[in-house]
Nanobody
Framework: QVQPVESGGGLVQPGGSLRLSCATS????????MGWYRQAPGKERELVAD??????????NYADSVKGRFTISKDTAKKTAYLQMNNLKPEDTALYFC??????????WGQGTQVTVSP
């Protein structure tokens, strides 16, 4: 099972927080990047944040719409990436997908976890 497994979605009020997790079974040494994308109904899938680099270093990239509110991180020992989402807004409502890219440029997508921000 090489498909990453997401968890942590749910229903939250505006201004609330959620933390998403993405666990992979791949060797941490084979991974080039891990990232989060989202897709709202009727819209295209878009990048939320990604993190690249090896065990000792990494770089992050964020969509402008989430900068200052979301933080992506990884735990190499657990082979898991996290997306901490604070100050959530209704427009953050979407199905969130984890994407793992290997050094050989194979791409693996998770099945998605729903995030709903509503009063």
């Amino acid at each position: 099972q090489v498909q990453p497994v997401e968890s942590g979605g749910g229903l939250v009020q505006p201004g609330g927080s959620l933390r998403l997790s993405c666990a992979t079974s791949l060797s941490i040494f084979s991974i080039k990047s891990m990232g989060w994308y989202r897709q709202a109904p009727g819209k295209e899938r878009e990048l939320v944040a990604d993190i690249t680099g090896g065990i000792t270093s990494s770089s992050t990239n964020y969509a402008d719409s989430v900068k200052g509110r979301f933080t992506i991180s990884k735990d190499t020992a657990k082979k898991t990436a996290y997306l901490q989402m604070n100050n959530l807004k209704p427009e953050d409502t979407a199905l969130y997908f984890c994407k793992v890219v290997t050094l050989a440029n194979f791409v693996y997508w998770g099945q998605g976890t729903q995030v709903t921000v509503s009063p």
